[in-house]
């Protein structure tokens, strides 16, 4: 079946320190790869995103790469800051289904402490 | 430009009763799609609604339910409610079509059971 896995949180850093949160996939198709933050009371928004292999999704300093090879998808970001603490979501869709249905991981909380 | 709203933000209801919970999509966007978000997990997709007809559905029983209206606004309905639907509930919309471009999603709806 199709599914994500994320690194278990809590995560918790200082302030300008380097982040880097593990997302890995299975699926059956060819997917695209998301990134989500979840701030507290709030939806989700869109990160960023990748939709073919080697291509590098990029959004306020955050950054992730679609490794086929090893069905990753990891976030990294040089310089974390305490706005940066938030639930972080990695999630696929199929190409060859439709626009709603993204499959998510568990979700990992960033704690940044000033 | 409103983005995905949902009604009521909170709700708290008896095992057995039923709720309706209201999105209305971003300006545009023509489906809608809706999730279950359980404490400390990811967002597990429902259904989808297209041109007032769900379209797709995801490992959900039939009391839940749904409807689209012809102004593309959206209704999710729970029967017999279980202490295990406590959940935020997220309405995303999207365009038809495009299935890279990234679901908005609303603030959700925060339902408990007791």
């Known amino acids: 079946g199709n599914s994500v896995t994320q690194m278990e949180g809590p995560v918790t850093l200082s302030e300008e320190a380097f982040l880097t949160i593990n997302c890995t996939y299975t699926?059956?198709?060819?997917?695209?790869l998301f990134w989500y933050v979840q701030y507290p009371g709030e939806g989700l928004q869109l990160l960023l995103k990748?939709?073919?292999?080697?291509d590098k999704g990029s959004n306020k300093g955050f950054e992730a790469t679609y490794r086929k090879e090893t069905t990753s998808f990891h976030l990294e970001k040089g310089s974390v800051q305490v706005s940066d603490s938030a639930v972080y979501f990695c999630a696929l869709i199929l190409h060859s289904g439709n626009t709603g249905k993204l499959i998510f991981g568990q979700g990992t909380t960033l704690q940044v402490k000033p | 430009d409103a983005g995905v709203t949902q009604s009521p933000t909170h709700l708290i209801k008896t095992r057995g009763q039923q709720v309706t919970l209201r999105c209305s999509p971003k300006?545009?966007?023509?489906?809608v799609s809706w999730y279950q978000q359980a404490l400390g997990q990811g967002p597990q997709f429902i259904f989808q609604?297209?041109?007032?007809?769900?379209?797709q559905r995801g490992n959900f029983p039939d009391r839940f339910s749904g409807h689209q209206f012809p102004n593309y606004s959206s209704e999710l309905n729970v029967n017999a409610l279980l202490l295990g639907d406590s959940a935020l509930y997220l309405c995303a919309s999207s365009l038809e079509g495009r299935y890279n471009s990234p679901l908005h999603f609303g603030n959700g709806t925060r339902l408990t059971v007791t």
């Open positions: 699926a059956t198709g060819y997917p695209s």
């Open positions: 609604y297209y041109e007032e007809e769900e379209r």
């Open positions: 990748a939709t073919k292999a080697d």
């Open positions: 300006s545009g966007h023509d489906t």
